[in-house]
């Protein structure tokens, strides 16, 4: 700083030797050089301090008084060397903090995973490339072979971030001297397992299997999450599987050396799963299951030649997934009926997509049908009938697009008939009885064009049979029976000329039989009892040529019997018990030599035992109590040598039983009733089994009376 500066400032009292002391103003000159952006206040408060210390030293009496040449320097000379000194030590700190802070700069951007520094150790995957301070040497670059790509150390949930094991590089490439790095030098991805199948794996190597088959798991829905854990401290079958493929099945299909793809995988753990969810330890029959096989050996499962993706657990992992595919067996059976299985279906059975055919009937499966039974788009046969299976049926069953048969009956399944079924068009048997099924049949099952068997008995169904059955122009069995269906029969259901047998007894339709019915040209099986039907029996039921079997029981019909019916000559059984028929028992019967039951009590039939009875060799049962009929018992009955239940109690019939019927050793164990009994019988009978007096027959005419009112 200048004299006139200091001036300027008000500083007084220098000698003009002290004012251009080379000395004082070289450490002027260098405060200068250490920050040219001092202010000028500063200096003046600074060359005060001096001349105030120059005035206490002459109070005091001091000899060393400034300017004295001989005590060397003046006062203010020397303090103001050691200001000079402490600025020094003061720049030398400056320096070296400045230096520091320069190399962590420096650092930093190798702790920052700058591309192409082989010292770097962090795991931040960001590249930052530090700013260079005053540094003449620039910084290294480094060509793509010195490239390392370090993984990210494991996050704390193994599910996102799986345990990698590295194996250590040989040496540390220089910093300013790039080296291709050899085969040997480039750290593995996969853990470092021993390649040995007969080998357990370590801790490590065990949690990094556990946590990718968990992951994939979970990923693809096969396993919920809450099926990984254990119910209660006991291991879910889920968990039992698990254990099973990574610590005691011996192919060791997920070593890292491994090229098993991961449907394969997946496909032994689905299996494992339902062998641990079903007992499998309590089958008959488990042969190989569990073993060191292939899994298409064991017992019950059959499997194909397909093609499928190759990606192994490590591939797909690491996002090298391709479209190469290779031909791998994949289960397209599982057969293992009536075996003794006991547990639930589990969920991951579903996931069986190649599966063509799922037998699992006659066993003592229970528990709820999964809703991943949809994803078996193979799926042919579904056969799971004969167990305890309880729950809805899953509307998700109307996916399995080539399914042509379905059976489920004696189950306890209970809901709606989901209407997703009618999506089924290739569906030829659809078998859901003896259940508790419940609603109407939707309306959606006229589009199962293919439909030939319709088995929905006893079950709780209500509603009217749906008009749209008849556009199932293939149907050749329906079964309806035992239900709680009403409403009157559709005239539109007689149209299905292809139709063989129709059982919608025992239910609560009313009205008349449609004239329509003559429109069933293949039925060979039509029942209709214990309704609440009315009206005349239509004569065109007598026109149906391949009838064999007609159940009436137990409704309200009247008029005479049809003339034509038995004129086809195929009768086998014709049942009109319970109804108000009348007139009398048409001869046309006569034409049908084969038939085995005439089953005609309690009607109002009229007239006289016919005589061509005895010519119906192959007759079983003659039921014609409780009728109006009269006269003597033919003798031409003493024929009919096959019978094993006559009736004919509750009419006007008088005369003798033929006495061969007594010597009929299926008579002996069966039924022969008639108006045999009290003092005066009116039919005499050596060998009845029942005889009816004049007051059973009043007891017995108002006792049927009551049944047929309710």
Not at 273 to 297: A, Q, R
Not at 306 to 325: L, M, R, Y
Not at 426 to 431: D, G, I, K, Q, Y
Not at 435 to 440: F, P, V
Request: proline share 6%; aromatic share 6%.
């Amino acid at each position: 700083m200048s004299v006139s500066t200091a001036e300027k400032n008000g500083i007084t009292g220098f000698s003009p030797t002290a004012a251009y002391n080379p000395a004082v103003n070289e450490s002027r000159r260098r405060l200068v050089v250490i920050d040219d952006d001092m202010s000028s206040d500063m200096q003046g408060s600074f060359d005060e301090a001096l001349e105030d210390q120059r005035m206490n030293a002459q109070r005091e009496g001091s000899t060393h008084t400034p300017g004295d040449p001989e005590n060397g320097l003046p006062f203010h000379k020397k303090k103001n060397g050691k200001l000079i000194i402490g600025v020094v030590v003061l720049l030398i700190v400056l320096i070296v903090i400045f230096g520091l802070t320069k190399m962590a700069l420096s650092s930093g951007g190798k702790g920052n995973n700058v591309d192409g520094d082989p010292d770097s150790g962090s795991t931040n995957s960001k590249n930052v490339t530090p700013i260079p301070i005053n540094s003449p040497t620039p910084a290294p670059t480094f060509t793509p072979a010195t490239l390392i790509t370090i993984p990210p150390i494991p996050d704390r949930d193994p599910l996102l971030s799986p345990i990698l094991d590295f194996t250590p590089t040989s040496s540390e490439p220089s910093l300013n001297t790039p080296q291709p790095l050899s085969q040997e030098d480039i750290p593995s991805l996969s853990p470092t397992i021993s390649p040995s199948n007969s080998e357990a794996p370590t801790f490590v190597d065990r949690q990094i299997r556990y946590d990718r088959l968990v992951k994939n798991l979970t990923f693809k829905g096969i396993t919920h999450a809450n099926a990984l854990l254990p119910e209660g401290g006991i291991k879910t079958p889920q968990i039992r599987a698990l254990d099973w493929l990574i610590d005691d099945d011996s192919l060791n299909l997920l070593a890292p050396t491994s090229r098993t793809s991961t449907g394969r995988v997946l496909q032994r753990y689905i299996l494992a799963t339902f062998f641990f969810s079903t007992t499998g330890e309590d089958w008959i029959e488990k042969e190989n299951w569990l073993e060191s096989v292939h899994e298409c050996e064991w017992f019950g499962v059959s499997c194909a030649e397909k093609s499928a993706p190759s990606a192994t657990f490590f591939e797909e992992e690491n996002g090298n997934i391709t479209n190469i595919k290779k031909e791998e067996r994949l289960v397209v059976a599982l057969n293992l009926e009536e075996n003794s299985l006991e547990g639930t279906l589990s969920r991951e059975i579903g996931f069986l997509t190649d599966c063509t055919v799922l037998s699992l009937y006659g066993n003592q499966l229970n528990g709820t049908l999964s809703t991943s039974l949809g994803r078996m788009r193979s799926l042919n046969k579904l056969w799971i009938d004969e167990n305890d299976l309880t729950g809805t049926l899953p509307s998700e069953i109307g996916l399995l697009r080539y399914v042509d048969d379905i059976q489920l009956y004696e189950n306890q399944l209970s809901g709606i008939l989901p209407s997703e079924l009618g999506e089924l068009t290739r569906l030829e048997r659809f078998w859901a009885s003896d259940m508790r099924i419940s609603g109407n049949i939707p309306t959606e099952f006229g589009k199962l064009s293919n439909l030939f068997d319709l088995y929905l008995e006893n079950n709780l169904l209500s509603g009217e049979i749906p008009s749209e059955l008849s556009l199932i122009q293939n149907l050749r069995d329906i079964r309806l029976f035992r239900n709680r269906m009403g409403g009157s029969l559709p005239t539109e259901l007689f149209t299905l000329s292809k139709l063989e047998v129709a059982y919608l007894d025992t239910n609560r339709f009313q009205g008349k039989i449609p004239w329509q019915v003559g429109g069933l040209l293949s039925i060979r099986d039509l029942q209709l009892f214990s309704n609440r039907l009315s009206g005349t029996l239509p004569y065109e039921i007598g026109l149906l040529d391949n009838l064999q079997v007609l159940r009436l029981n137990g409704n309200f019909l009247t008029g005479t019997i049809p003339a034509e019916l038995g004129s086809n000559g195929k009768l086998l059984r014709i049942t009109l018990s319970n109804n108000d028929f009348n007139g009398k028992i048409p001869e046309s019967l006569t034409e049908s030599s084969m038939i085995k039951r005439i089953e005609v009590d309690r009607n109002k039939l009229e007239g006289s035992l016919p005589r061509w009875i005895g010519d119906l060799d192959q007759l079983l049962t003659l039921n014609v109590a409780g009728n109006r009929l009269e006269g003597e018992i033919p003798s031409s009955l003493s024929a009919l040598q096959k019978l094993e239940e006559v009736r004919l109690e509750l009419n006007e019939l008088t005369g003798t039983v033929p006495g061969e019927w007594c010597l009929l050793e299926s008579l002996s164990n069966g039924i022969l009733s008639s108006d045999c009994g009290g003092s005066l019988p009116e039919v005499n009978c050596a060998c009845c089994t029942s005889c009816s007096t004049a007051t059973t027959k009043i007891y017995k005419v108002l006792e049927w009376s009551h049944i047929r009112k309710k």
